[in-house]
């Protein structure tokens, strides 16, 4: 610290007169909080927003005066100095309440700011020079600031350690809430509801949300709420959702939905997230009971997209995949099953596949080779004949059990090589493929 080459600001006439000036503030200790209180509410507006602690936020004020000036007046040396117990409370309460660290941070500065002015008043008012009260303005310009700086280390100590202790009882909190819900068993919605910060009797839609194979963050739980409030954004829910981490790159979550009976995942879906991000979503379900099963879907749903791989897309809805998902809780008879009901056809290489998809489309539009031709944007007679093809590797006509067929076509085209035969590479398979296209070039 650079001193005044004339006047010692720790000499005896500096800390007197300093001692001096802090005990007439002091006096006016009332009025001297209070000003830097209201300053603080006018300048941040995150506190004044926070009615239930209010009060404690006066009480922080008082004690931090108090014991600033208590220091100046009595040289107290900084290094044995607590921070008020009022002071820390009201740091654990911004922090259960989630109020962002900033704001308290700057409420420290800002009070330094005002209290430094009610000093520097009071010193004018009392130097007998300028050289001494240019000594006693850099003194007490040093220990106001020691005071803020190590004040403030401990309140962003007791905040970080509250807050953590808060997430952690609050997220073991809603996970039990939770798994009441999930169970089935009767349970006390309102206190549930409480809780959760969420309306249970109400629509909502489960979905599970979760990082694919990419090479993953340390902070994996922060990115898929962000994914999460994001798609809430996207489809205009009634409120927060309920967001609880399962692992470190897995999350469910409920959007709440309102009044409203119907849910666009494609509206809402992964647009605007990250490319790693994959989401489940269940269908729109009512109350508590809504509740478990659209939940119950998502997870349905997730299975789905995980036995798929990469073939599956990042948005899965049950919707799309209700009967592979519930094909996929018999997982030792869905590919046996699979096999045998689409013979060659099961095949897992590129010529069967166009095979399957055209085989799936038309029994879709049923049997419609114009509508089928439409959708893939083919000529109607390779339809026609890919669909010859497909028969021939099924062993009889489409016709014949259309409804396995169909039902093993949906399962192939979501899970792939999961329900599928490896390919034989035979030479007459080969040559098959290469000529595929020739009905349509015919045709021309």
Same mark, same amino acid.
């Given at each position: 610290?650079?001193?005044?080459?004339?006047?010692?600001?720790?000499?005896?006439?500096?800390?007197?007169?300093?001692?001096?000036?802090?005990?007439?503030?002091?006096?006016?200790?009332?009025?001297?909080?209070?000003?830097?209180?209201?300053?603080?509410?006018?300048?941040?507006?995150?506190?004044?927003?926070?009615?239930?602690?209010?009060?404690?936020?006066?009480?922080?004020?008082?004690?931090?005066?108090?014991?600033?000036?208590?220091?100046?007046?009595?040289?107290?040396?900084?290094?044995?100095?607590?921070?008020?117990?009022?002071?820390?409370?009201?740091?654990?309460?911004?922090?259960?309440?989630?109020?962002?660290?900033?704001?308290?941070?700057?409420?420290? /500065?800002?009070?330094?700011?005002?209290?430094?002015?009610?000093?520097?008043?009071?010193?004018?008012?009392?130097?007998?020079?300028?050289?001494?009260?240019?000594?006693? !303005?850099?003194?007490?310009?040093?220990?106001?600031?020691?005071?803020?700086?190590?004040?403030?280390?401990?309140?962003?100590?007791?905040?970080?350690?509250?807050?953590?202790?808060?997430?952690?009882?609050?997220?073991?909190?809603?996970?039990? /809430?939770? /798994?009441?819900?999930?169970?089935?068993?009767?349970?006390?919605?309102?206190?549930?509801?409480?809780?959760?910060?969420?309306?249970?009797?109400?629509?909502?839609?489960?979905?599970?949300?979760?990082?694919?194979?990419?090479? /993953?963050?340390?902070?994996?739980?922060?990115?898929?709420?962000?994914?999460?409030?994001?798609?809430?954004?996207?489809?205009?829910?009634?409120?927060?959702?309920?967001?609880?981490?399962?692992?470190?790159?897995?999350?469910?979550?409920?959007?709440?939905?309102?009044?409203?009976?119907?849910?666009?995942?494609?509206?809402?879906?992964?647009?605007?997230?990250?490319?790693?991000?994959?989401?489940?979503?269940?269908?729109?379900?009512?109350?508590?009971?809504?509740?478990?099963?659209?939940?119950?879907?998502?997870?349905?749903?997730?299975?789905?997209?995980?036995?798929?791989?990469?073939?599956?897309?990042?948005?899965?809805?049950?919707?799309?995949?209700?009967?592979?998902?519930?094909?996929? !809780?018999?997982?030792?008879?869905?590919?046996?099953?699979?096999?045998?009901?689409?013979?060659?056809?099961?095949?897992?290489?590129?010529?069967?596949?166009?095979?399957?998809?055209?085989?799936?489309?038309?029994?879709?539009?049923?049997?419609?080779?114009?509508?089928?031709?439409?959708?893939?944007?083919?000529?109607?007679?390779?339809?026609?004949?890919?669909?010859?093809?497909?028969?021939?590797?099924?062993?009889?006509?489409?016709?014949?059990?259309?409804?396995?067929?169909?039902?093993?076509?949906?399962?192939?085209?979501?899970?792939?090589?999961?329900?599928?035969?490896?390919?034989?590479?035979?030479?007459?398979?080969?040559?098959?493929?290469?000529?595929?296209?020739?009905?349509?070039?015919?045709?021309?």
């Amino acid at each position: 610290m650079c001193k005044n080459p004339q006047v010692d600001t720790d000499g005896p006439a500096v800390t007197g007169l300093m001692a001096d000036v802090a005990a007439a503030v002091g006096r006016q200790a009332a009025v001297v909080s209070e000003d830097v209180y209201q300053v603080i509410l006018r300048e941040i507006p995150e506190l004044r927003d926070d009615k239930p602690v209010l009060a404690l936020l006066a009480s922080s004020v008082d004690s931090n005066v108090d014991t600033c000036l208590q220091v100046m007046q009595h040289r107290i040396d900084l290094g044995a100095v607590q921070a008020p117990a009022a002071a820390v409370e009201y740091a654990r309460r911004l922090a259960q309440r989630g109020t962002p660290l900033t704001a308290l941070l700057r409420a420290y /500065r800002v009070g330094h700011t005002c209290l430094s002015d009610w000093l520097l008043k009071e010193l004018a008012q009392q130097a007998g020079d300028a050289e001494m009260m240019s000594a006693a !303005t850099m003194s007490m310009s040093r220990i106001v600031a020691g005071y803020i700086d190590q004040t403030s280390e401990k309140m962003v100590a007791a905040y970080a350690e509250e807050r953590e202790n808060w997430l952690r009882n609050r997220s073991a909190a809603r996970a039990a /809430r939770v /798994r009441d819900l999930l169970s089935g068993e009767r349970t006390d919605v309102s206190a549930a509801e409480v809780v959760l910060g969420y309306r249970l009797r109400q629509y909502h839609v489960g979905l599970v949300c979760w990082v694919g194979d990419a090479a /993953r963050t340390a902070d994996e739980i922060t990115r898929l709420e962000r994914a999460i409030s994001h798609v809430a954004a996207q489809a205009a829910c009634h409120g927060d959702p309920v967001f609880l981490p399962r692992d470190e790159s897995s999350a469910w979550a409920w959007l709440p939905l309102g009044i409203r009976d119907t849910f666009d995942a494609a509206e809402a879906g992964t647009a605007g997230l990250d490319v790693d991000i994959r989401v489940a979503f269940g269908d729109a379900a009512k109350g508590t009971t809504g509740f478990r099963i659209t939940h119950q879907q998502a997870i349905a749903a997730q299975a789905v997209a995980l036995a798929a791989g990469s073939a599956a897309p990042r948005a899965v809805t049950f919707s799309q995949v209700a009967p592979v998902a519930m094909m996929l !809780t018999s997982k030792e008879l869905l590919r046996p099953w699979v096999l045998s009901t689409l013979a060659g056809l099961a095949t897992d290489d590129e010529h069967h596949a166009r095979l399957r998809e055209t085989l799936l489309v038309f029994l879709r539009s049923g049997g419609s080779y114009k509508t089928t031709a439409q959708e893939l944007m083919l000529h109607k007679n390779t339809v026609q004949y890919r669909i010859r093809k497909a028969e021939e590797s099924l062993g009889r006509p489409v016709g014949d059990n259309r409804h396995d067929v169909e039902l093993a076509l949906e399962a192939s085209h979501w899970l792939g090589s999961y329900v599928l035969r490896p390919p034989a590479a035979s030479t007459g398979e080969r040559v098959s493929s290469l000529h595929e296209e020739t009905p349509r070039a015919r045709s021309g």
